[in-house]
């Protein structure tokens, strides 16, 4: 049985049958999910691991540490705040695999904004058509993040 195309203007459910094998809709109750949100844990990270090595980007030529993560988090937190943004706006960013994704992903978490990543591939095109579906409200190209 094929599943339903996904639709962007609206919502496809799929078939009862299939419905309630979901694991969203069943499944087993335990372990019981997390309530602390994310910047609490990169907080209590920081706080249990410090100046230990949080992610290494060697092809940067960058590491950082728990400790960095957690400032910087917060640094980027209140910037996104100070540029207009609030709880519930999106943030992209446009971006390969570098170390920036996840300072930026981790400040936006903070105050409750939805992070969209965008392919460093799309043609002008393409971003714009995925900008536009996305609701987004910042998009930080990575050139010189620092």
Same mark, same amino acid.
């Given at each position: 049985m094929?599943?339903? &195309?996904?639709? =962007?203007?609206?919502?496809? !459910?799929?078939?009862?049958? !299939?419905?309630?094998?979901?694991?969203?809709?069943?499944? %087993? &109750?335990?372990? +019981?999910?997390?309530?602390?949100?994310?910047?609490?844990?990169? /907080?209590?990270?920081?706080?249990?691991?410090? /100046? !230990?090595?949080?992610?290494?980007?060697?092809?940067?030529?960058?590491?950082?540490?728990? !400790?960095? $993560?957690?400032?910087?988090?917060?640094?980027?937190a209140?910037?996104?705040?100070?540029?207009? $943004?609030?709880?519930?706006? @999106?943030?992209?960013?446009?971006?390969?695999? @570098?170390? &920036?994704?996840?300072?930026?992903?981790?400040?936006?978490?903070?105050?409750? @904004?939805?992070?969209?990543?965008?392919?460093?591939? =799309?043609?002008?095109? +393409?971003?714009?058509?995925?900008?536009?579906?996305?609701?987004?409200?910042?998009?930080? %190209?990575?050139?010189d993040?620092?």
């Amino acid at each position: 049985m094929a599943l339903p &195309q996904p639709s =962007y203007h609206g919502t496809t !459910r799929l078939p009862q049958s !299939r419905e309630t094998s979901l694991s969203l809709v069943s499944g %087993p &109750q335990t372990p +019981e999910l997390w309530t602390m949100k994310l910047g609490d844990l990169i /907080d209590q990270q920081a706080k249990q691991n410090g /100046d !230990r090595t949080a992610a290494s980007f060697p092809w940067q030529d960058h590491s950082f540490s728990y !400790r960095h $993560l957690a400032d910087m988090s917060k640094l980027l937190a209140k910037a996104i705040l100070e540029a207009g $943004l609030k709880h519930g706006d @999106c943030v992209g960013i446009m971006a390969g695999n @570098c170390y &920036q994704y996840i300072e930026l992903f981790l400040g936006a978490a903070r105050i409750g @904004c939805p992070f969209v990543v965008f392919n460093n591939t =799309y043609t002008p095109k +393409e971003l714009c058509a995925a900008v536009s579906i996305s609701g987004l409200w910042i998009l930080k %190209p990575i050139l010189d993040f620092h």
